[in-house]
């Protein structure tokens, strides 16, 4: 079996046919990105080729082109403009790991463990930058607001994660302020600029969307770190419990945690490098307590807000595309 067999997955397949129908601007994006971040500093161009092959699945990107695409005329500056989103998207990875001290990304080294955690925090803000510059040169001062705001709510939200890490202080309402904050906000924006370049109508149902879609791809994205082992997710299995980072699934256990489990879950955020059988005991406790199910079920009425707001749209290939990420989201493993 060839290697690229072996790397395609039902989620890949997935994935490829939400991105079909604009496959061919999707490649255009890759090249508008490697464009924006183009430098003749060796060490910005290594650092570059790197993250850019670790760019991921483009998802964020895909939003933006689908979204331009709902009246099935979109407008070619939504090419810049998918551009710009993921490149703030990697910014925000290459600080959350500088943040975080993380070693692997989508199995990958990270910046800050390939080169060094000076190198990460200036490249993060060197993505920034490229991609402020070159929504300047889109030249409309909506988008700019837009993410510029976006880049700001960011920045708040991974203030608002270095704050998370109480086991029994950090609150429901909290959560989803972070969440909001830390990954739907840049969804949202995605969806938003897209409707901007080619189907205005509907820019409320698609910001709405983006945003329902980030809450709810942040959910899943919670509950891998409890289900999934690092040979699925490209990076240590645990690491939010290891990181000290409270998540929904804790958060809709505690009420139903026996004093016995609740000294465990104590115990881990006491530890400064909790161990595996601690961190797998916590999860145990987690998914024993519903906490697992209940953050599942969450993240599913999430998602069916997000298919909700869609109704509207025109029926095409393209709306299909868009109710089939909501799913898509739902259903990964990685």
């Given at each position: 079996?060839?290697?690229?067999?072996?790397?395609?997955?039902?989620?890949?397949?997935?994935?490829?046919?939400?991105?079909?129908?604009?496959?061919?601007?999707?490649?255009?994006?890759?090249?508008?990105?490697?464009?924006?971040?183009?430098?003749?500093?060796?060490?910005?161009?290594?650092?570059?080729?790197?993250?850019?092959?670790?760019?991921?699945?483009?998802?964020?990107?895909?939003?933006?082109?689908?979204?331009s695409?709902?009246?099935?005329?979109?407008?070619?500056?939504?090419?810049?403009?998918?551009?710009?989103?993921?490149?703030?998207?990697?910014?925000?990875?290459?600080?959350?790991?500088?943040?975080?001290?993380s070693?692997?990304?989508?199995?990958?080294?990270?910046?800050?463990?390939?080169?060094?955690?000076?190198?990460?925090?200036?490249?993060?803000?060197?993505?920034?930058?490229?991609?402020?510059?070159?929504?300047?040169?889109?030249?409309?001062?909506?988008?700019?607001?837009?993410?510029?705001?976006?880049?700001?709510?960011?920045?708040?939200?991974?203030?608002?994660?270095?704050?998370?890490?109480?086991?029994?202080?950090?609150?429901?309402?909290?959560?989803?302020?972070?969440?909001?904050?830390?990954?739907?906000?840049?969804?949202?924006?995605?969806?938003?600029?897209?409707?901007?370049c080619?189907?205005?109508?509907?820019?409320?149902?698609?910001?709405?969307?983006?945003?329902?879609l980030?809450?709810?791809?942040?959910?899943?994205d919670?509950?891998?770190?409890?289900?999934?082992?690092?040979?699925v997710?490209?990076?240590?299995?645990?690491?939010?419990?290891?990181?000290?980072?409270?998540?929904?699934?804790?958060?809709?256990?505690?009420?139903?945690?026996?004093?016995?489990?609740?000294?465990?879950?104590?115990?881990?955020?006491?530890?400064?490098?909790?161990?595996?059988?601690?961190?797998?005991?916590?999860?145990?406790?987690?998914?024993?307590?519903?906490?697992?199910?209940?953050?599942?079920?969450?993240?599913?009425?999430?998602?069916?807000?997000?298919?909700?707001?869609?109704?509207?749209?025109?029926?095409?290939?393209?709306?299909?595309?868009?109710?089939?990420?909501?799913?898509?989201?739902?259903d990964?493993?990685?």
């Amino acid at each position: 079996m060839s290697t690229a067999a072996r790397q395609r997955t039902p989620a890949t397949d997935a994935l490829r046919a939400i991105q079909a129908p604009v496959r061919d601007r999707l490649e255009l994006v890759v090249h508008e990105m490697h464009t924006i971040v183009s430098s003749d500093l060796p060490m910005i161009e290594q650092v570059s080729a790197h993250l850019l092959r670790m760019r991921g699945k483009m998802f964020r990107p895909t939003l933006t082109l689908l979204a331009s695409a709902v009246e099935g005329q979109p407008d070619q500056r939504a090419i810049q403009l998918a551009a710009v989103v993921e490149l703030m998207h990697l910014a925000t990875l290459v600080h959350d790991d500088s943040v975080d001290h993380s070693v692997l990304r989508r199995g990958l080294p990270t910046v800050n463990s390939l080169f060094s955690h000076q190198v990460s925090v200036i490249m993060g803000d060197f993505l920034y930058t490229r991609a402020h510059r070159a929504l300047v040169e889109v030249g409309d001062l909506e988008f700019l607001r837009i993410l510029t705001t976006v880049a700001n709510e960011l920045t708040i939200g991974e203030m608002r994660q270095l704050g998370a890490l109480d086991g029994v202080e950090f609150s429901e309402d909290d959560y989803f302020a972070l969440i909001r904050a830390k990954t739907a906000v840049l969804v949202s924006a995605a969806c938003e600029t897209g409707a901007l370049c080619g189907a205005p109508l509907y820019r409320s149902n698609l910001k709405r969307y983006g945003e329902l879609l980030g809450m709810s791809f942040q959910i899943a994205d919670d509950i891998l770190d409890y289900t999934s082992d690092s040979t699925v997710t490209g990076k240590p299995s645990g690491l939010d419990l290891r990181e000290h980072k409270v998540t929904l699934p804790l958060i809709l256990a505690r009420p139903q945690l026996t004093p016995a489990s609740r000294r465990r879950v104590d115990e881990l955020f006491a530890t400064e490098n909790p161990d595996e059988r601690l961190i797998n005991d916590v999860v145990a406790i987690v998914a024993d307590a519903g906490g697992i199910d209940r953050a599942r079920q969450r993240g599913e009425q999430l998602a069916q807000e997000a298919e909700d707001v869609l109704e509207p749209l025109p029926d095409s290939p393209v709306r299909s595309a868009l109710t089939d990420a909501i799913s898509y989201v739902m259903d990964r493993r990685s």
